[in-house]
């Protein structure tokens, strides 16, 4: 019975302990990099990759996750997990920024664009599946975690449901799931961004080629590196999150800071390693 009575372990508190280490091997590796490189392009590189890492790890927190519980109307939130949710909306960013990169140099152009490009798949998606909740499931939009809507103010327990947690998804889940997509596309936009600026300096020297030459092969490595560490950064928060996340008013994004401590050392570990193939 103990065992059934057990609480999750999985809070808010914030491990100093942890917190510390991670800060340590942050900045162990910065300054190892700041060492072995100098200040740099391949510097510049590893700052702009743990940006937008962080980028990443603190937008998923505002995305809304119901995962299975909301496919049977007994959650708020869309019924797919964290990770997955978020990697669309990154890579729907990553491919506008993408794109812009390919028509000017302007670092805020780009990035910006692919903010845009991950906030308008995450308004879209979201505006399909309140569609699905609403006139296909026949179930009200209510949040079970608030009194009221902290954007509209509308009231939500006389539209819930006895004995779920809420369901569809509130006007500020709806914002919140937007602004993630902003994060995230952005944050996946400065990875490649960097990483791409970094292979076109590197890569004709290295293979003794002309830069013409070596553009695909930079574009796809930098794609390849920026996926991936998108991947990484929302399994951190997926895991940060444990199951199913409202938006930014529900209590579990009070724990995004513990993983913008893990997005910015992982994103640090897996930058150094997408340096050194070239830099080295």
Known sequence: MS???????AGSAVDMTAMIIGLIILLLVIAATYFVFGSGLAFMALIGIIIGGVLIGFGVHFVPVGGAPAAMGQAPGIATGVAMLAA???LAGLFGGAWAAQTTDNLYVIVITGAVGGGLMMAITCMFVTFIYVFGMGIPCASGKVLKDPITG?????FKSQGTEGHGLPFVSYVGGVIGGLF???????IYLMLLDLYKEELPGMMNALPGQVLPIAVTLAGMFAIGMFLVNAVLAAYNITGTIEGPHDPKFKRFPRAIVASAV?????GIVAIMIVAL
């Open 3 to 9: 065992a059934v009575a057990a609480k999750p372990t």
């Open 88 to 90: 669309g909306a990154g």
């Open 154 to 158: 509308d009231t939500q327990p006389e």
């Open 184 to 190: 995230g596309g952005a944050g996946g936009t400065l």
């Open 266 to 270: 992982a994103s640090a570990v897996c």
